[in-house]
């Protein structure tokens, strides 16, 4: 056979591309090392060469400059390895379903949850799952709005459990609401915003303000009173002065600063009690923030009984934080927000 022919029987078949090869040069592209990479996947050098070589021969592309300090991806090795971590993910996801569809109990069930509904909801939830079934593989990650959108679009997760007014607009996703929430202003015991009858906004932005990053849909939450508040232009959401990754490094900071912040009534009750907390009434608010939480995923999947299962629990998780806030609301002498 000549090698014209050849040559096109090869690419009228499409290539073979190995899953493992492609993993093999992510790993190499993190480590720019060709032992260190080795080492990371646990194989010899010299088979991690043989295998990057093959898949550069494959692609009819280099994908390495090589020297003897350490390897870096070319300008079109770059491209390659951004698609080849797309495959990897989608083909790990693919491997995840498959195994949940089998039995129902394998492969690993993968959510991202909001910093604020995860404390709230998921992590009980979570507990009551295991509890109900120990040989479930979970993977929980708490993220700030704006990365827990990007693990959900990059499927990096099987569902989302996050504030959806913002996307109930994605005609890519599907929504399903939890309920609303509302929420409450607070700052540590002794704050010398407590010693004011009643703060003006201007007050409020002496201090600095700590919470996880929002989405711009719910800036209105602290415009007024954050001076050092700012739009994220890499993330598209809102960054306050002092931006942390979860609801608990937020309190944290409260107690031992004149931070204030802002959380649901059920992540402070404890902290009231003990009288390391205190409540901070804003008057011209005229009604605290609430949110509407939700589920959400892409229209391409079908979630399987393993998500709907843990669905069923978070949201009677929301169910009981909804009662808990109405009973809090009633000893303020504040209403809850409709729909709650």
Same mark, same amino acid.
């Given at each position: 056979m000549?090698?014209?022919?050849q040559?096109r029987?090869?690419y009228?078949?499409g290539?073979n591309?190995?899953?493992?090869?492609?993993?093999?040069?992510?790993?190499?592209?993190?480590h720019?090392?060709f032992?260190q990479?080795?080492a990371a996947l646990?194989?010899?050098?010299?088979t991690?060469?043989?295998n990057i070589?093959?898949l550069e021969?494959?692609?009819?592309?280099r994908?390495f400059?090589?020297?003897?300090?350490d390897v870096v991806?070319?300008?079109a090795g770059?491209?390659a390895?951004?698609?080849?971590?797309e495959?990897?993910?989608r083909a790990e996801a693919?491997s995840?379903?498959?195994?949940?569809?089998?039995?129902?109990?394998g492969?690993?069930?993968?959510?991202?949850?909001?910093a604020?509904?995860d404390?709230?909801?998921v992590q009980?939830?979570?507990?009551?799952?295991?509890?109900?079934?120990?040989s479930?593989?979970l993977?929980?990650?708490?993220?700030?709005?704006?990365a827990?959108?990007s693990s959900?679009?990059?499927?990096?997760v !099987?569902?989302?459990?996050?504030? +959806? %007014?913002?996307?109930?607009?994605m005609? &890519?996703?599907?929504?399903? @609401?939890?309920? =609303?929430?509302?929420?409450v202003?607070?700052?540590?015991?002794g704050?010398?915003?407590?010693a004011?009858?009643?703060?003006t906004?201007?007050?409020l932005?002496?201090y600095p303000?700590?919470?996880?990053?929002?989405?711009?849909?719910r800036?209105?939450f602290?415009?007024d009173?954050?001076?050092?508040?700012r739009? !994220?232009?890499?993330g598209?959401? +809102? %960054?306050?002065s002092?931006?942390?990754? &979860?609801?608990r490094?937020? @309190?944290?900071i =409260?107690?031992?600063?004149?931070?204030?912040?802002l959380?649901?009534?059920?992540?402070i009750a404890?902290?009231?009690?003990a009288?390391?907390?205190?409540?901070?009434?804003?008057?011209?608010?005229?009604?605290?923030p609430?949110?509407?939480?939700g589920?959400?995923?892409?229209?391409?999947?079908?979630l399987?009984?393993?998500a709907?299962?843990?669905i069923? %629990?978070i949201?009677?998780?929301?169910?009981?934080?909804?009662?808990?806030e109405?009973?809090?609301?009633?000893r303020?002498?504040?209403?809850?927000p409709?729909?709650?």
């Amino acid at each position: 056979m000549d090698d014209a022919k050849q040559h096109r029987e090869r690419y009228s078949s499409g290539m073979n591309l190995d899953l493992k090869s492609l993993r093999y040069a992510v790993v190499l592209a993190r480590h720019r090392h060709f032992g260190q990479a080795a080492a990371a996947l646990a194989i010899s050098q010299p088979t991690l060469s043989r295998n990057i070589a093959a898949l550069e021969r494959e692609l009819g592309i280099r994908l390495f400059e090589r020297s003897n300090r350490d390897v870096v991806a070319t300008p079109a090795g770059e491209d390659a390895l951004r698609m080849a971590e797309e495959l990897l993910l989608r083909a790990e996801a693919l491997s995840n379903r498959l195994e949940l569809v089998r039995d129902g109990r394998g492969g690993r069930l993968r959510v991202v949850a909001g910093a604020y509904i995860d404390d709230i909801a998921v992590q009980p939830a979570a507990i009551d799952l295991i509890n109900a079934n120990p040989s479930m593989r979970l993977e929980i990650l708490e993220r700030e709005w704006t990365a827990a959108l990007s693990s959900l679009m990059s499927d990096q997760v !099987d569902f989302a459990v996050a504030d +959806v %007014l913002a996307l109930r607009d994605m005609p &890519s996703l599907r929504v399903e @609401s939890l309920g =609303v929430l509302q929420g409450v202003y607070f700052c540590r015991t002794g704050h010398p915003l407590l010693a004011k009858a009643e703060p003006t906004p201007d007050d409020l932005r002496e201090y600095p303000f700590v919470m996880p990053g929002i989405s711009l849909s719910r800036m209105s939450f602290i415009a007024d009173i954050d001076s050092g508040m700012r739009i !994220d232009e890499r993330g598209g959401g +809102v %960054l306050p002065s002092i931006a942390v990754s &979860s609801f608990r490094s937020a @309190s944290d900071i =409260v107690a031992a600063t004149d931070a204030i912040s802002l959380g649901h009534p059920t992540q402070i009750a404890d902290g009231l009690a003990a009288g390391r907390f205190a409540l901070l009434d804003l008057p011209w608010m005229g009604k605290l923030p609430s949110v509407e939480m939700g589920v959400a995923w892409k229209r391409e999947r079908t979630l399987l009984p393993a998500a709907r299962a843990f669905i069923k %629990l978070i949201r009677k998780h929301v169910r009981n934080a909804q009662a808990a806030e109405s009973r809090a609301a009633s000893r303020r002498g504040r209403r809850p927000p409709a729909g709650a």
